[in-house]
């Protein structure tokens, strides 16, 4: 050994591989690993010997200062004293020949007893115990096997931990939360409990097995800890709180957060080396190394590639995660969070939408101090997204993570549509093309309209309209991209089943629910008094009953021609319903004529247009109003325009309603507008006083249009000049009226005082 490789400082120990109480969430027990049932229930000597001198041999060999153990199980106390304080007394003896020992215990605390808190004091045993919260959070899943509450068994220990002579070993709660809980009440149990430190953990969940959503909340687990962060806050911090303290910037994170190498392994019962924990959550046997500390040193198993890829800090991360501007900070999340079957670890966290507002609300609340100096500073990552955005148009790479981060929460959505669907045939299929053909999902559910169904189907206040279930469609419509051959029950609406990205099968008669048999380049359907085969042919005749997508060739790909997806109705006015073939080929080449407007005038403008724009819905003819254009919160990738033959205008009207779709997907993720603001604001391009996040997006959509017509008016085309000038005028006159509203978060001042800098240097292009 030649000491060469990175070493590692913290080891886990499974001293008692059972338990003595039976939550419902445990990885240990609960999820996809299963190995804690072949070993056996109690560390042998002989093993905690063996484990103790391969640490002790570690620490000599990297000449390690100190070295953590943690007690775990299982339960460690099912050890009973005596055998507690065997294995304490081998821990102790053996690795402080070499090093000082930090020995710590997870334990939930049922068992503590004055005896036992007395050998952990003089051991000097840190002691962390489970709970999570009050007694109706705590007992939700924290009970014993007979269903009975461990509420006041763990308040008893807390208190036996807290008493002066016992203190010492007072660690602190490790709560995992549940967003079904009240965190008001949550917070308080935590606080009353005088408690060093407490660890919030995220519940642990996979892409393939993704966490509780109880409603259309894309940030649901964001929103339950922001509350937690504000009541912190407001008292002053009065407990350490780790996960917040590590998502500040600088907060050194930890084994859940930032980048730091993982530097933890695992020694179960039988003795064998294992990775983290948490990754039991993953798939049978994930933690897995094959190693054991009878035959194999610290230094081999450091070097197992499980091991080693979560030391290569963000190299180790996936492609979203490296171009995402709060990487440093999250770190991608929780390793075992990144699970998907087929593609592996290679994934954002399956809480990303979550971590991402969750660091901006770190952020944002309380404000931090302003700047020292007049001069703006990028002292945030989230600040990087803002400032590119406050340019006017934004990075390629702003829209890969803001297009990223929205089907993250498409994900999210879909996997909470998923608890209320009748056909877990749907789910399962999703799940498996996830594996097999991952593009093919992922084309689906990037889909603009896929959102809006999910929301209306999720949220109970939404007007009436088509709530069918969306699993089968979106399931059936993946297979076709994939080729896969699959026989689905599709729920019919109208005698129309959709799928998105592809088309409609129309066919009078199908009843409310119809078979639907995938093959490759066709669809059986069977349902009321149909039976047909329908031949998925681009070039259908609608006598098939087969209505296929149109798009146009432009720069960026292909854009979609948005006509028959009955979820593009969402732009709060009457959408046009299926085009005629000349009606939609003229529109056709219209847009892919303002795509090559906006490239001649706006580059910049046109390069975050080919970054996310997928569709274009056409909006029903007004003859009163012949430019109207619209953009819906829940519908990234699209926009809507009345047909206009003229491109140059179109272009106009792209540009300005990408600004709000960019926009929008921001606001997902990032408080601008101070929660609650009610007041109004005067805009000189509206005669009502409107609302401060609609002036923010009238700003932030002229501010392109000023752009837009600054450029023609370099080129000498007409009244450009005049153009210029007004919407200049307008957007500066938003931007002022904004920044004395005081309606604005930090990050919006600073977001709008860097509008105002573009301003600035447009009126000085302009001259
Ligand atoms: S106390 Fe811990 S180890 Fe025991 S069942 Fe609950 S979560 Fe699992
Ligand atoms: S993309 Fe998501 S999971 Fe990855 S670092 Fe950013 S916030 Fe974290």
């Given at each position: 050994m030649d000491g060469s490789c990175r070493p590692i400082s913290q080891f886990v120990l499974k001293v008692h591989s059972r338990c003595d109480l039976s939550c419902d969430h445990c990885y240990v027990y609960q999820h996809a690993d299963q190995t804690w049932r072949g070993r056996p229930a109690r560390m042998p000597p002989a093993t905690v010997r063996a484990a103790a001198l391969r640490i002790g041999e570690h620490a000599r060999d990297h000449g390690l200062p100190v070295v953590h153990v943690v007690l775990h199980g299982?339960?460690?106390?099912?050890?009973g004293a005596a055998g507690l304080r065997e294995v304490l007394a081998e821990l102790r003896t053996t690795i402080t020949e070499w090093t000082r020992l930090d020995l710590r215990m997870q334990t939930n605390g049922v068992l503590l007893d004055e005896e036992l808190c007395r050998l952990l004091v003089e051991y000097d045993v840190r002691v962390g115990v489970s709970f999570d919260g009050d007694r109706a959070a705590n007992d939700r899943h924290r009970v014993f096997a007979h269903g009975g509450s461990s509420h006041d068994h763990v308040r008893r220990a807390l208190a036996l931990l807290r008493r002066p002579e016992h203190r010492a070993s007072y660690a602190g709660i490790l709560c995992t939360i549940d967003v079904r809980n009240d965190p008001d009440r949550v917070y308080e149990a935590l606080l009353a409990e005088s408690p060093p430190r407490v660890d919030l953990l995220l519940p642990h969940a996979t892409w393939d097995d993704p966490p509780r959503r109880?409603?259309?909340?894309?940030t649901p687990y964001a929103d339950w800890l922001g509350r937690i962060h504000r009541r912190w806050v407001d008292d002053g911090r009065s407990m350490s709180i780790r996960m917040f303290e590590a998502l500040r910037p600088g907060g050194g994170g930890t084994e859940a957060f930032g980048l730091a190498p993982a530097d933890v392994l695992v020694v179960e019962a039988d003795g064998s080396w294992e990775q983290v924990d948490s990754l039991k959550t993953a798939y049978h046997g994930a933690a897995g190394t094959g190693f054991d500390v009878f035959d194999h040193p610290v230094d081999e198993v450091a070097e197992h590639p499980g091991v080693a890829v979560r030391q290569d800090g963000v190299d180790g991360l996936c492609a979203t995660c490296r171009s995402c501007p709060v990487v440093d900070r999250c770190g991608g999340g929780l390793y075992a969070h990144r699970w998907r079957t087929g593609s592996g670890f290679d994934n954002p966290s399956v809480y990303c939408p979550d971590l991402l507002r969750l660091i901006d609300t770190v952020d944002a609340y309380p404000p931090p101090a302003p700047p020292a100096s007049g001069e703006w500073s990028a002292t945030s990552p989230v600040d990087v997204v803002l400032d590119d955005l406050a340019t006017g148009h934004g990075s390629a790479s702003t829209l890969a993570v803001l297009a990223a981060t929205q089907l993250s929460i498409t994900r999210a959505l879909l996997v909470a549509a998923r608890d209320r669907s009748a056909t877990p045939a749907a789910w399962e299929l999703l799940v498996h093309l996830d594996r097999v053909a991952p593009e093919a999902v992922r084309a689906v559910l990037a889909h603009p309209f896929v959102r809006p169904w999910l929301v209306h189907r999720l949220d109970p206040s939404a007007p009436p309209g088509p709530a069918v279930d969306p699993l089968p469609a979106l399931a059936v419509a993946a297979a076709l991209r994939a080729g896969v051959p699959t026989v689905l029950p599709v729920p019919v609406r109208a005698d129309t089943i959709t799928l998105p990205t592809l088309g409609s099968l129309v066919l009078p008669g199908l009843g409310r629910s119809a078979e639907v048999t995938v093959r490759p380049g066709e669809v059986q359907v069977r349902g009321g008094s149909v039976a047909r085969t329908v031949l998925l042919d681009p070039l259908a005749s609608p006598s098939t009953g087969w209505f296929p997508t149109r798009d146009v060739p432009v720069p960026g790909g292909r854009l979609l021609l948005e006509d028959g997806d009955p979820y593009r109705d969402c732009y709060g006015q009457p959408v046009e319903s299926r085009l005629e073939v000349p009606v939609a080929r003229a529109l056709g080449r219209t847009l892919a004529a303002a795509w090559q407007v906006v490239h001649r005038d706006v580059p910049a403008h046109a390069a975050a247009l080919d970054g996310g724009l997928r569709a274009v819905v056409p909006l029903a003819p007004d003859p009163a109003r012949p430019l109207r254009s619209a953009t819906a919160r829940h519908a990234f990738g699209a926009v809507a325009v009345a047909p206009h033959a003229d491109p140059e205008t179109m272009a106009v009207l792209l540009v300005h309603e990408w600004q709000h779709a960019k926009l929008g997907a921001v606001l997902d993720l990032y408080d601008l507008v101070e929660p609650g603001q009610d007041g109004r604001i005067r805009v000189p391009w509206r005669p009502d006083p409107r609302p401060p996040e609609g002036v923010l997006q009238g700003v932030y959509a002229h501010l392109a249009v000023t752009q837009v017509w600054q450029s023609r008016a370099a080129h000498d085309q007409g009244d450009a000049s005049a153009h210029a000038a007004h919407f200049l005028g307008w957007t500066r006159d938003g931007v002022d009226a904004l920044l004395a509203s005081r309606s604005l978060t930090p990050a919006g001042e600073r977001f709008v005082g860097q509008l105002r800098h573009t301003l600035e240097e447009t009126r000085v292009g302009s001259r």
């Amino acid at each position: 050994m030649d000491g060469s490789c990175r070493p590692i400082s913290q080891f886990v120990l499974k001293v008692h591989s059972r338990c003595d109480l039976s939550c419902d969430h445990c990885y240990v027990y609960q999820h996809a690993d299963q190995t804690w049932r072949g070993r056996p229930a109690r560390m042998p000597p002989a093993t905690v010997r063996a484990a103790a001198l391969r640490i002790g041999e570690h620490a000599r060999d990297h000449g390690l200062p100190v070295v953590h153990v943690v007690l775990h199980g299982g339960e460690p106390l099912l050890l009973g004293a005596a055998g507690l304080r065997e294995v304490l007394a081998e821990l102790r003896t053996t690795i402080t020949e070499w090093t000082r020992l930090d020995l710590r215990m997870q334990t939930n605390g049922v068992l503590l007893d004055e005896e036992l808190c007395r050998l952990l004091v003089e051991y000097d045993v840190r002691v962390g115990v489970s709970f999570d919260g009050d007694r109706a959070a705590n007992d939700r899943h924290r009970v014993f096997a007979h269903g009975g509450s461990s509420h006041d068994h763990v308040r008893r220990a807390l208190a036996l931990l807290r008493r002066p002579e016992h203190r010492a070993s007072y660690a602190g709660i490790l709560c995992t939360i549940d967003v079904r809980n009240d965190p008001d009440r949550v917070y308080e149990a935590l606080l009353a409990e005088s408690p060093p430190r407490v660890d919030l953990l995220l519940p642990h969940a996979t892409w393939d097995d993704p966490p509780r959503r109880p409603g259309p909340d894309p940030t649901p687990y964001a929103d339950w800890l922001g509350r937690i962060h504000r009541r912190w806050v407001d008292d002053g911090r009065s407990m350490s709180i780790r996960m917040f303290e590590a998502l500040r910037p600088g907060g050194g994170g930890t084994e859940a957060f930032g980048l730091a190498p993982a530097d933890v392994l695992v020694v179960e019962a039988d003795g064998s080396w294992e990775q983290v924990d948490s990754l039991k959550t993953a798939y049978h046997g994930a933690a897995g190394t094959g190693f054991d500390v009878f035959d194999h040193p610290v230094d081999e198993v450091a070097e197992h590639p499980g091991v080693a890829v979560r030391q290569d800090g963000v190299d180790g991360l996936c492609a979203t995660c490296r171009s995402c501007p709060v990487v440093d900070r999250c770190g991608g999340g929780l390793y075992a969070h990144r699970w998907r079957t087929g593609s592996g670890f290679d994934n954002p966290s399956v809480y990303c939408p979550d971590l991402l507002r969750l660091i901006d609300t770190v952020d944002a609340y309380p404000p931090p101090a302003p700047p020292a100096s007049g001069e703006w500073s990028a002292t945030s990552p989230v600040d990087v997204v803002l400032d590119d955005l406050a340019t006017g148009h934004g990075s390629a790479s702003t829209l890969a993570v803001l297009a990223a981060t929205q089907l993250s929460i498409t994900r999210a959505l879909l996997v909470a549509a998923r608890d209320r669907s009748a056909t877990p045939a749907a789910w399962e299929l999703l799940v498996h093309l996830d594996r097999v053909a991952p593009e093919a999902v992922r084309a689906v559910l990037a889909h603009p309209f896929v959102r809006p169904w999910l929301v209306h189907r999720l949220d109970p206040s939404a007007p009436p309209g088509p709530a069918v279930d969306p699993l089968p469609a979106l399931a059936v419509a993946a297979a076709l991209r994939a080729g896969v051959p699959t026989v689905l029950p599709v729920p019919v609406r109208a005698d129309t089943i959709t799928l998105p990205t592809l088309g409609s099968l129309v066919l009078p008669g199908l009843g409310r629910s119809a078979e639907v048999t995938v093959r490759p380049g066709e669809v059986q359907v069977r349902g009321g008094s149909v039976a047909r085969t329908v031949l998925l042919d681009p070039l259908a005749s609608p006598s098939t009953g087969w209505f296929p997508t149109r798009d146009v060739p432009v720069p960026g790909g292909r854009l979609l021609l948005e006509d028959g997806d009955p979820y593009r109705d969402c732009y709060g006015q009457p959408v046009e319903s299926r085009l005629e073939v000349p009606v939609a080929r003229a529109l056709g080449r219209t847009l892919a004529a303002a795509w090559q407007v906006v490239h001649r005038d706006v580059p910049a403008h046109a390069a975050a247009l080919d970054g996310g724009l997928r569709a274009v819905v056409p909006l029903a003819p007004d003859p009163a109003r012949p430019l109207r254009s619209a953009t819906a919160r829940h519908a990234f990738g699209a926009v809507a325009v009345a047909p206009h033959a003229d491109p140059e205008t179109m272009a106009v009207l792209l540009v300005h309603e990408w600004q709000h779709a960019k926009l929008g997907a921001v606001l997902d993720l990032y408080d601008l507008v101070e929660p609650g603001q009610d007041g109004r604001i005067r805009v000189p391009w509206r005669p009502d006083p409107r609302p401060p996040e609609g002036v923010l997006q009238g700003v932030y959509a002229h501010l392109a249009v000023t752009q837009v017509w600054q450029s023609r008016a370099a080129h000498d085309q007409g009244d450009a000049s005049a153009h210029a000038a007004h919407f200049l005028g307008w957007t500066r006159d938003g931007v002022d009226a904004l920044l004395a509203s005081r309606s604005l978060t930090p990050a919006g001042e600073r977001f709008v005082g860097q509008l105002r800098h573009t301003l600035e240097e447009t009126r000085v292009g302009s001259r």
